[in-house]
Nanobody, 122 residues
């Protein structure tokens, strides 16, 4: 069983930055793809970014390209999401997930964290 724990969420003003972390419970995630998703109230969960565990390949949604950066630190079993130039529409619960393939579809990810709230004020 894989456990994922997100941290780093909070309240920030528009234009500000936050860095989210996702700590994995075991090192055997080396064959997994790690993804970040978000879900705002009343909306479906949407893809933000994904990375292979070795960091060799990344993919980001168009709506965050140039603002958000996904990265990984294998030694710490941790994946990060650096979020810059935040906008009020980025307000959501952000989830970390682990899956076998790089995809935008949340159903393809087998393991999920509990989520961390990000609120961007205008």
């Amino acid at each position: 069983q894989v456990q994922l724990v997100e941290s780093g969420g909070g309240l920030v003003q528009a234009g500000g930055s936050l860095r989210l972390s996702c700590a994995a419970s075991r090192r055997a995630l080396s064959s997994y793809v790690m993804g970040w998703f978000r879900q705002a109230p009343g909306k479906e969960r949407e893809f933000v970014a994904a990375i292979t565990w070795n960091g060799a390949t990344t993919y980001s949604a168009d709506l965050v390209k140039g603002r958000f950066t996904i990265s990984s630190d294998n030694a710490k079993n941790t994946v990060y999401l650096q979020m810059n130039s935040l906008k009020p529409e980025d307000t959501a619960v952000y989830y970390c997930a682990a899956g076998r393939i790089m995809t935008m579809h949340p159903d393809s990810y087998a393991y999920w964290g509990q989520g961390t709230q990000v609120t961007v004020s205008s």
